[in-house]
């Protein structure tokens, strides 16, 4: 397998605010890698970047073979990317716009085999605007593959979905992998870089936490405990951050909750007794790759 993204030391700054710091990753041919994170991440300030949408300040990329700052026109040739909604008139029909997309590239891909295969045949004749939430994720998908790309990417498609549009986009992504694409997923849910993504980035605050495959991911979990309860009296959080058993320390409304390996829960609870106060609705749990994530961010932000 050879690298058809890569990425070294990344830095991208608006203004005075750093939207990505150094960050690097390469992705490989044939996989679904995944960029995941919470919202303002730098996760589309990372791929903007790569598109060749938005000039890095610093580090390198190169994407198949080319430089998206010096070669951006080839690379619009090569990489798949989504329109941004609203990017195509409303009245333009789903057969128009293919065509018309289609006529952009050296090399495109038959589209109307395209609009069979995204399930969008019927829908031909039917105004873009027109479109439900999933069909107009599915013509967002077979614009980004309308150029027969080798890479495409594809950013935050089921934010606004409904849980069975967003399943059935997920088969669409799975299919296209299969189909020899290689593809960059944007998303800001565990659940769907876990399904879909051979490796995934974790980045928060615009720079990456983790690198992993989602089961080398998991394993950091499973050796992760999650307790949670509502302490009897004023608790200072630091104090439990401070115990070398405990990974990370959040709040969600009244509750503490706190990530930690094994030794976790007796050292929390002899914190507590010696401060005289009660661990209230205790409740102790394996951790989830969500609360691992969260504790990577806070991890970072107590860093900062
Ligand atoms: N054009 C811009 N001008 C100024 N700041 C920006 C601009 N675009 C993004 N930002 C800021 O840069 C940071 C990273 O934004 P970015 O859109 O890359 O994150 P993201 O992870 O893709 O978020 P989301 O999931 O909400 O799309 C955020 O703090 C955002 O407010």
Known sequence: ????????????????????????????????????????????????????????????????????????AEITQ???????DGQLPDRMQVAE?????????????????????LGLSSKGGNACGALSGSQKQRLSVALALVGNPQVA??????????????????????????????ILLVTRFVEEAELLCDRIAVIDKGRIAATDTPAG???????????????????NDALLARLPDVSGVTRQGDYVV???????????TCLLAHHQIVAEHLRVDQATLEDVLLTMAHKRSATL
């Open 153 to 182: 990417v594809l950013d935050e498609l089921t934010t606004e979905l409904d849980p069975q549009s967003r399943r059935e986009t997920w088969e669409l992504i799975k299919t296209v992998r299969d189909s020899g694409v290689t």
């Open 258 to 268: 706190v990530t930690g390996n094994h030794n976790a829960l007796g050292a929390v």
């Open 78 to 84: 090569q990489l798949g990317v989504q329109l941004q």
């Open 1 to 72: 397998m050879s690298a058809v993204i890569e990425v070294q030391n990344l830095h991208k700054k608006y203004g005075d605010l750093v939207a990505v710091d150094d960050v690097s990753f390469s992705v490989e041919e044939g996989e679904i890698f995944g960029i995941l994170g919470p919202s303002g991440a730098g996760k589309t300030t990372t791929v903007e970047c790569i598109e060749g949408l938005r000039n890095r300040d610093g580090g390198e990329i190169n994407v198949l073979g080319l430089d998206p700052r010096q070669e951006r």
């Open 97 to 117: 716009a293919l065509s018309l997309y289609s006529s952009f590239y050296r090399n495109p891909a038959d589209w109307r085999h395209l609009m069979d295969a």
């Open 217 to 235: 991911l998991a394993e950091r979990v499973q050796t992760e405990q999650r307790i949670q309860f509502r302490p009897s009296a004023p608790l």
